[in-house]
C-alpha cells in the first residue's frame, strides 16, 4: 500500500485517484461479518467489467452482476442474462 499526496494505492505506487486499486481480475471485496461476499468489482477478461452481488465467496456464482460487456450495459441474475 502506497499513500501519495493523501491518495491511497494498493497494488499501484503512484494512486491516480483517492483510492487506486490495481489488482487482477477481483479488484475487491466487501464481505459481511461471516466472510461471506456481499460486493465484488470483477474483470471478466479484457472488456467485461461488473459489480456483483454475491451470496457466497464463489467466484463463479452471482446472484446479480451487472457492468458492461464491450459498448453494452450487461445484467444477469443467477447466471442468466436478463
Known amino acids: 500500500m502506497q499513500i ?4 491511497i494505492g494498493i497494488g499501484t505506487s503512484s494512486p491516480a ?3 487506486d486499486v490495481n489488482a ?5 471485496f466487501v464481505r459481511s461479518e461471516s466472510n461471506s461476499v456481499s460486493v465484488a468489482v470483477i474483470s471478466l477478461g479484457t472488456v467485461v467489467y461488473v459489480i456483483v452481488f454475491k451470496k457466497d465467496t464463489s467466484l463463479n456464482e452471482y446472484n446479480v452482476r451487472v ?3 464491450g459498448n453494452y450495459f450487461v445484467a ?3 447466471n442468466l442474462k436478463i
Do not use: E, S
Open 4 to 7: 501519495v499526496n493523501g491518495k
Open 17 to 19: 485517484v483517492a483510492v
Open 24 to 28: 487482477g481480475d477481483v479488484a475487491g
Open 67 to 69: 457492468g458492461v460487456d
Open 76 to 78: 444477469y441474475t443467477n
